[in-house]
């Protein structure tokens, strides 16, 4: 990218001050919204902008305002800062680099759906930034960017910061929501959905840090503006946080529609030499592989193409896998994580993921037969789709793929039969 | 068919298809209540029918289809043959937490479902220890039920790979965790949370992990414990009293009326007779039954867990005579022809006192004899009010399930979830769902919490806050005395009155709290008044209800029993006494004197009590668990009970003795049979008209359907096919019409000192409560509780022990110290042993 929409701070380091977002036209956007425009106006704005969420659902962000429920009151916003997807390290960065913008999306988020009190629900291990984003809610008290009567106006807005403490379930909205409301952090049953019934029961709207970081450039420069970047259905830029067998691994601001092989080789400097691309998660763990081959490489990384190769963007955390890894080993991996991670709150989940860890660890100790393979396949399908969140599915996806895609891998790794045992009766 | 169904015809049905059958259910229905109504069985682990879905356990996924619509018209698109096009998603569905919507199709035996089914209860039992046969579940198990039903019959997880977890978890001192068994469906934590708000257990950690945990010191600390091991699907949580004593298959099943308090639970006596008990029949457990009227599907800890004096070996089996200082056996012709003898010659001089946990059947032979006798018929009880009940009680067809916005419950003197727990629970759900509920007390209670009108007045003014919002709407009268009219300014106290008089329906209880018998007659009578004055009498759901001591105290006020304002001058002036299922000289030292003095004492009762010490005569009783009989509850519902274990040798109803007496008087009671003795009673007493043994075991169709085959879906709770007893018009329905009735109100004395006012604890000292060993640390041990004010000026620290002077009678007490307790007053409870009848001033010391 020439220049930068969210990881402006590469482009100017300063930007993480104050005084050098603020003179970059930082915060005229949501002066000029809480002054000149009314909610539905910005509301407006963000849904032509055809900007979606970036959490990996992409539902449409404006839409997702407009959802709200105008007869219920008061309205929250909950940012999703939990930012836990093995490969996800996105979130992170912006809030570290450029706090600022990310705070003011919050606040525009927060104007155009009415809300006094806004929460950023950030994962326990972010303590240190947690501590940093108070520094800057602090500031932006003391510039009467935050607190009552904004401007002159009536419009009075809080942010609070609250950590989790360690669970990659309350990434899910609606178990963070019950986590920010101090309880245990499983999932709830959806419907209602949050802009009907979320934190404290009220209408809330839940969106992820990098969504919300779009929204003031979006207001300052527009929504066509906007569109001129990324595909039709997926417009804007995203960021991709590139990880695994890759020279140059990092997160990288593209434009949607932008190619497997663009971000992989030109961008990320391809692999190590001698080694070839053999498999892409583009989620993250909750991914399924998508073999590396020249149709996926040159397929556009957007909410719409991804799925033609058979897998999701999601958080777009891309996993790059080379000819050196077994997907048995892979895969014993996340279901590890899986298994650590499930809240244990419906049955398929908790009791699947650690019956899936069993059968893997068994065949990646070559310890299985084929039959294994053929349970552990059963396992996954027999999770999928009949779980209370859409995390269960997740623990599934790699698991599933990989024995479809990369079936000699696991071939190699069981003997034809199991060994016998001697069976000892004692009496 | 059911409350909900009939309340649905006049409402908006839905029209769906289950399983091919079409099914007319209420809006709202979820899609299992739907088929269950319906006669069909979706399995589930975690719905419950009394609580909120949660769609955990996935065992109720089915498919679940819906008529297409065109986006374009709005209009149902049909398939070629005009039938509605449904579509059916693309998953499965919980049915426990989908509403039914018009036309839907819902599929439950589809390979699919069948498949799903299998795999849950695969997922299930990967963690379940399987160990059945030494599972007291085992035999009423959902999950055992619904693994040989749906499961897929052979395990493809390897044995070695399960987890080993504690077996033996005390989370309290009566219910125990197996912490392999549980498959973590929250059934317990929800009902602890949503339906009686202790939420003193929930989950721990997360995943495989997750582990039922409490959170109160000391562990699991609820009255309510109990009903956790009813709903929990497994084995995980079993009762001490139960755990590893008895297979359910050997058990045998009979109806009974718990008579601990007044709201008459009705319960289920799980008995079996084995080798361990010398060959007797025992009573294994108390479990409720379902009566949706009275107690739903849940009994407290008290009802389920103090039953072992029932079987107590201290039991008198043998009539005693006295013989000079020392009470010696004797036959029951001599016994009876001695007490026959003695009755007759005591021309008037003559009372009997009677206990509050005696049959219908029993008071009316009793105060049969009594008339006979010219003598006074006494209820023993430190509650007055019973006969304005009878008149202005609740009327026919009264339920507090019905109670809903617009209706008014005012609760007056009583820690209701102390003095009558299911009473506390089901006025706490109609205030959930919307009935405005009004609690007056001099102190902080747990209906607190759910109250939308909290009225604070000092102890001595409870009539005092009725009269003056009867004064807030009506010609003030002249004589009220300064409470009435300070009263009269209180803003909760206005408010409370203009609720009352827009209520649709009005229901007042009257509890005990910091009351004696006057002080409850005028309270009574006070709200009597407030209720015949507003017209919320003669009609169901309105009336007053008496928050009594014991389970069958209205029936003693059926039966012309009244309390004694001054039970030793009445006794005094009656020197040939009858006494029956009472121990006025245990409650009371100070009435030694009296029965010292009496002329000749007859005892009626279980045990040799400190009465029956005193006594010319003994004669000895059955339990209700060895007899049948009826008892009226608080509601005026007059309930049945049947014999659990035959009797035990030697030992007579209570009816039958009263009947036998009554021989030598001339008069012909029913002797043999308890149906007989009620008819003679329905024949006598214009409020029992028309009832008979039949009638009270007439059932009919309740919702929600538990018991029976599918133990699942609403626990292990006994499905009532022995009666659900029936609710008798009251005097005002009859035609009496109750009078005003004004009783002068004084201002509460002047005192300098502390005042000790009487309250109620769940597990008092009372015989009942400590023959029940597994009880031990929950019985109420001698202490008084005061203000942390009072406590610092007398120096005592919490758990202090102190030395209190009441009644002339020194004892040793804990003191407790709670900020809810206002200055100045020192609660004393009632029956732990401690001399309180009425508030009276106390002297503390450290």
Known sequence: MAEHILLRHRDNKEISKLPTYRKGSGFSAFERAVTKLNPEEVTDIVFDSGLRGRGGAGFPTGLKWRFMDKNNWPHYVAVNADESEPGTFKDRELMESNPYQFLEGVMLCAYAVGCNDAYIYLRGEFWDLAHELDKHITKLHKEKLLGDQLFGTEYSLRIHTHLGAGAYICGEETAMLESLEGKLGQPRLRPPFPPSFGLFGKPTVVNNVETLANVPLILEKGAKWYRGFGTEKSPGTKIFSLSGNVMKPGNYELPLGTTFRELIFEHGGGLREGRSIKAIMPAGASSSLIVANDVALDTQMDYENVPNVGAMLGSASIIVIDDSVSMDWLINKTVHFFEHESCGKCTPCREGTYWMKNITERIHHGEAVWDDVLLLNDVATNIKGKCLCALGDFATEAVTSSIERFREDFETRVPQSRPKTEVKLSL | MTEKIAVAVAENLINLTIDNREVSVPAGTLVVNAAKLAGIDIPVFCYHPKMEPVGMCRMCLVEIGRPAIDRASGKPLLNKDGSPQINFGPKLETGCTVPVSKGMVVRGYTEEVTEARKEVIEFLLTSHPLDCPICDKGGECPLQNLTMEHGPGQSRFIFDEKIDLAKNVPLGDLIFLDRERCIQCARCTRFQDEIVDDPVIGFSQRGR???IITFSDPGFDSYWSGNTTDICPVGALTTTDFRFEARPWELQSHASICNHCSVGCNTTLNTRREAKSGGDEVIKRVMPRQNEQVNEIWICDKGRFAHHYTESPDRLTQPLIRKGDALEPATWDEALQLVGDKFKKSKGKFAALAGGRLTNEDFFNIQQVTAKLGGKALLDSQMAGGEMVAQVGVGQGTNLSDLRAGDVVLVIASDLEEEAPLHWLRIKQAAERGAQLIVANPRRTKLDQVAHRLIRYEYGQEAAVVHAMLDSFSPKRPDQPASVKQLLRDESVKAAAEDVQSATNLIVFYGSEGLDVAGSHTLASACANLLIATGHVGRSNNGLVAVWDKGN?????????????????????????????????????????TFEAAEFVVVQELFLTKTAQMADVVLPVLP???????????????????????????????????????????????SKLASLAFEQLAARLPAYKDLTYGKLAETFEQWPIIGREDLYYGGTTYDNTQGLGVQPPSGAERGESPALSFEALTDPEKRKGLLAVPVTRLYDLGLTVTTSEILATHWEQPHIVLSPADAEKLGLELGAQATIKLNNMQSPVAARIDNRVPKGVVLVPRSVGLHIFGPAPIEVGA
């Open chain 2, 209 to 211: 992990a997750l582990e």
């Open chain 2, 553 to 593: 105290a209205q029936g003693a006020w059926d039966a012309g029993f009244a309390t004694s304002v001054n039970l030793a001058d009445d006794l005094a002036a009656a020197p040939n006494l009858y006494i029956v299922g009472a121990d006025p000289v245990g409650d009371r030292p100070d009435l030694a004197e």
């Open chain 2, 624 to 670: 209700y668990t060895e007899r049948e009989g009826t008892y009226t509850n608080a509601e005026r519902r007059v309930q049945r009970f049947y014999p659990a274990i035959s009797p035990r040798p030697g030992a007579r109803a209570d009816f039958a003795i009263a009947a036998q007496i009554g021989l030598a008087l001339g008069l012909e009671l029913e």
